[in-house]
């Protein structure tokens, strides 16, 4: 099955393009007409996919986008199965409430990137902004499954309200790091901003550089986790190196202790 | 027939289908798996008295979930039930209390029994759950839980389900020599060639048993006892199956995940079982009455 092509064409405004019709679901029975007449919002008007991109190939659950998507929004939202390669860079929500298949984004994704997923796989070669895995306003759980790999940073709140499934930032995080997380892992290569796991009730932020916690975490003892020599071998499965050796010994702090307080961040020792 | 001037008696080893685990134990070091491993396997000879048969499996795992050494244990039980208690038991009792060790599924089965999923209550609150995708554990087979539980040592770290299958127990030969010494180095040469098979276990000492039991008892507390036709003390009294001059029975009990491994197990056994010290080979049946699984000796060797 070859894949389907979507060559970006000139987006005549700033206004960003709404196309959840993105999606290898949605692609894999429909003809290169159909896809083509496959309905987009720019604003409050109605377009058809055809209208911003060029089409090549029909009914793949492989789609390729050529050029920068940077202004295209929730790309491969809800995509339960095959595989979305962004040649270039994603708009905001791709891979949004995703449940199965994968996202390959040679670029960098904007904000919230992953959001309340519940499985899947996401990569993003360059930077992600505010959100990623996290939930939306209002929403009880953020990220509930899945993976997402950011290779270079991540802006704020990344993770937030998590409640399971692994994000691992090769870069740097801003602020907020896996704030109010219920569950799941963050894996964090680079220097993590301010308040990092602030409010979490339980689940494991993993910091491999120093971290300034806030008050409200325990420290608890230095030891060498066997969970680590797992999570690590997974990430190198997923084609991850991690930069430290997998036998390293890690400073484990509970928290946060204005709330449940059975969070874990294990900063390498 | 005969190999290497040893007789094969034209009989048939009696099998039954039993229900298997299999665990794999790693630790800091080969020596500490082995400990974790050696002591799960302890007491587990024979469902008669033990509730199960568990051994370590002579083929080492290449690869184990966490990098570290590890080592691979069968555990063969009359249900799935039996598994599961089992496999709980021992594993909180033997693995989980050893130092640095930690526990995975190793049996890839559609049925599956929660065990970690009941150990994890010993961390009393504070046990952590962590389930990774099957992109990570490479197994393709949907996504693993494994559950940290709190140790005065650091973690142990136990996978929430194992894989149960229908396999069978009680393959089995038996060796007669004129004396002991030379039937036990027989069936050492056995148990060495036996252990390279993969799926297979040899739950007695050493993978050896010196007291084969028959069905039934003049006892009705007793639903086993004494194997007297192959007892060498008895062969006056009892309507004894052992020809003149052998001196000594000893028996290989073999429990495998399929029956062809315990027919494979049993093949390379015998062939290396055949040499001095042996003078035939039987093997254990009962009339057809104990189970569905019949291990022909000379159809085995016949093919292999």
Same mark, same amino acid.
């Given at each position: 099955?070859?894949?389907?092509?979507?060559?970006?064409?000139?987006?005549?405004? #700033?206004?960003?393009?709404?196309?959840?019709? /993105?999606?290898?679901?949605?692609?894999?029975?429909?003809?290169?007409?159909? /896809?083509?007449?496959?309905?987009?919002?720019?604003?409050?008007?109605?377009?058809?996919?055809?209208?911003?991109?060029?089409?090549?190939?029909?009914?793949?659950?492989?789609?390729?986008?050529?050029?920068?998507?940077?202004?295209?929004?929730?790309?491969?939202?809800?995509?339960?199965? @095959?595989?979305?390669?962004?040649?270039?860079?994603?708009?905001?929500?791709?891979?949004?409430?995703?449940?199965?298949?994968?996202?390959?984004?040679? @670029? #960098?994704?904007?904000?919230?990137?992953?959001?309340?997923?519940?499985?899947?796989? /996401?990569?993003?070669? @360059?930077?992600?902004?505010?959100?990623?895995?996290?939930?939306?306003?209002?929403?009880?759980?953020?990220?509930? @499954?899945?993976?997402?790999?950011?290779?270079?940073?991540?802006?704020?709140?990344?993770?937030?309200?998590?409640?399971?499934?692994?994000?691992?930032?090769?870069?740097?995080?801003?602020?907020?790091?896996?704030?109010?997380?219920?569950?799941?892992?963050?894996?964090?290569?680079?220097?993590?901003?301010?308040?990092?796991?602030?409010?979490?009730?339980?689940?494991?932020?993993?910091?491999?550089?120093?971290?300034?916690?806030?008050?409200?975490?325990?420290?608890?003892?230095?030891?060498?986790?066997?969970?680590?020599?797992?999570?690590?071998?997974?990430?190198?499965?997923?084609?991850?190196?991690?930069?430290?050796?997998? #036998?390293?010994?890690?400073?484990?702090?509970?928290?946060?202790?204005?709330?449940?307080?059975?969070?874990? /961040?294990?900063?390498?020792? | 027939?005969? $190999?290497?001037?040893?007789?094969?008696?034209?009989?048939?080893?009696?099998?039954?289908?039993?229900?298997?685990?299999?665990?794999?134990?790693?630790?800091?070091?080969?020596?500490?798996?082995?400990?974790?491993?050696?002591?799960?396997?302890?007491?587990?000879?024979?469902?008669?008295?033990?509730?199960?048969?568990? %051994?370590?499996?002579?083929?080492?795992?290449?690869?184990?979930?966490?990098?570290?050494?590890?080592?691979?244990?069968?555990?063969?039980?009359?249900?799935?039930?039996?598994?599961?208690?089992?496999?709980?038991?021992?594993?909180?009792?033997?693995?989980?209390?050893?130092?640095?060790?930690?526990?995975?599924?190793? =049996?890839?089965?559609?049925?599956?029994?929660?065990?970690?999923?009941?150990?994890?209550?010993?961390?009393?609150?504070?046990?952590? %759950?962590?389930?990774?995708?099957?992109?990570?554990?490479?197994?393709?087979?949907?996504?693993?839980?494994?559950?940290?539980?709190?140790?005065?040592?650091?973690?142990?770290?136990?996978?929430?389900?194992?894989?149960?299958?229908?396999?069978?127990?009680?393959?089995?030969?038996?060796?007669?020599?004129?004396?002991?010494?030379?039937?036990?180095?027989?069936?050492?040469?056995?148990?060495?060639?036996?252990?390279?098979?993969?799926?297979?276990?040899?739950?007695?000492?050493?993978?050896?048993?010196?007291?084969?039991?028959?069905?039934?008892?003049?006892?009705?507390?007793?639903?086993?006892?004494?194997?007297?036709?192959?007892?060498?003390?008895?062969?006056?009294?009892?309507?004894?199956?052992?020809?003149?001059?052998?001196?000594?029975?000893?028996? $290989?009990? $073999?429990?495998?995940?399929?029956?062809?491994?315990?027919?494979?197990?049993?093949?390379?056994? $015998?062939?290396?079982?055949?040499?001095?010290?042996?003078?035939?080979?039987?093997?254990?049946?009962?009339?057809?009455?104990?189970?569905?699984?019949?291990?022909? =000796?000379?159809?085995?060797?016949?093919?292999?």
């Amino acid at each position: 099955m070859s894949p389907v092509v979507l060559h970006t064409k000139e987006i005549p405004t #700033n206004i960003p393009l709404e196309a959840e019709s /993105i999606s290898p679901d949605l692609f894999v029975e429909r003809s290169q007409a159909e /896809i083509e007449a496959m309905p987009v919002a720019l604003g409050n008007e109605s377009h058809r996919l055809g209208d911003f991109f060029k089409v090549e190939g029909e009914r793949s659950d492989e789609i390729i986008i050529e050029g920068c998507a940077g202004r295209v929004k929730w790309i491969g939202s809800g995509m339960t199965r @095959g595989r979305v390669v962004v040649r270039g860079d994603a708009g905001m929500h791709a891979g949004s409430y995703m449940r199965g298949g994968e996202i390959l984004i040679e @670029g #960098n994704a904007d904000d919230f990137l992953g959001v309340e997923m519940q499985g899947g796989l /996401i990569r993003v070669t @360059g930077n992600a902004r505010h959100r990623v895995g996290a939930a939306y306003r209002g929403s009880k759980y953020g990220m509930q @499954g899945g993976i997402i790999i950011v290779g270079g940073n991540v802006g704020h709140e990344v993770g937030a309200y998590m409640r399971r499934g692994l994000i691992v930032i090769k870069g740097n995080a801003e602020d907020f790091l896996g704030a109010m997380m219920t569950n799941g892992t963050i894996c964090l290569f680079g220097q993590a901003g301010i308040r990092t796991g602030g409010g979490m009730q339980k689940g494991t932020i993993v910091c491999l550089r120093p971290v300034d916690l806030l008050p409200t975490f325990a420290y608890d003892c230095t030891y060498a986790p066997v969970f680590l020599r797992m999570l690590f071998k997974g990430l190198t499965q997923l084609g991850v190196e991690p930069p430290v050796p997998t #036998n390293g010994l890690v400073r484990r702090y509970h928290g946060d202790l204005a709330d449940v307080g059975k969070g874990e /961040i294990l900063i390498a020792a | 027939m005969e $190999i290497n001037g040893v007789c094969i008696d034209e009989t048939y080893a009696e099998a039954f289908g039993a229900y298997a685990g299999r665990v794999l134990i790693t630790a800091c070091s080969k020596a500490w798996a082995l400990e974790a491993a050696r002591s799960m396997a302890g007491f587990g000879t024979s469902v008669i008295g033990c509730g199960c048969e568990v %051994s370590i499996e002579g083929i080492e795992p290449q690869e184990t979930p966490d990098d570290r050494p590890g080592v691979s244990v069968l555990l063969f039980a009359m249900s799935k039930k039996a598994v599961q208690e089992q496999l709980i038991n021992r594993i909180g009792q033997c693995v989980m209390t050893a130092p640095s060790s930690a526990c995975y599924n190793a =049996l890839e089965a559609e049925d599956r029994l929660s065990i970690g999923g009941k150990l994890k209550f010993f961390g009393d609150g504070f046990q952590i %759950s962590k389930r990774f995708d099957s992109r990570m554990t490479g197994n393709g087979t949907g996504p693993r839980r494994f559950w940290r539980i709190p140790v005065m040592d650091g973690e142990f770290i136990v996978e929430d389900r194992f894989g149960v299958q229908k396999g069978v127990a009680g393959g089995n030969f038996l060796l007669l020599g004129s004396e002991l010494s030379g039937t036990l180095q027989g069936a050492e040469r056995a148990i060495e060639a036996m252990r390279k098979v993969r799926g297979v276990i040899m739950p007695f000492p050493g993978g050896i048993v010196r007291s084969g039991s028959k069905v039934g008892s003049r006892y009705k507390f007793l639903n086993a006892s004494s194997n007297t036709a192959f007892c060498p003390s008895l062969r006056g009294a009892v309507r004894s199956e052992l020809p003149e001059g052998v001196g000594a029975v000893l028996e $290989i009990v $073999i429990d495998g995940l399929t029956p062809e491994a315990v027919g494979e197990a049993m093949r390379v056994g $015998i062939r290396a079982a055949c040499g001095p010290g042996v003078m035939k080979i039987s093997a254990g049946n009962y009339g057809g009455k104990l189970g569905k699984h019949h291990f022909h =000796l000379h159809q085995l060797l016949a093919e292999g």
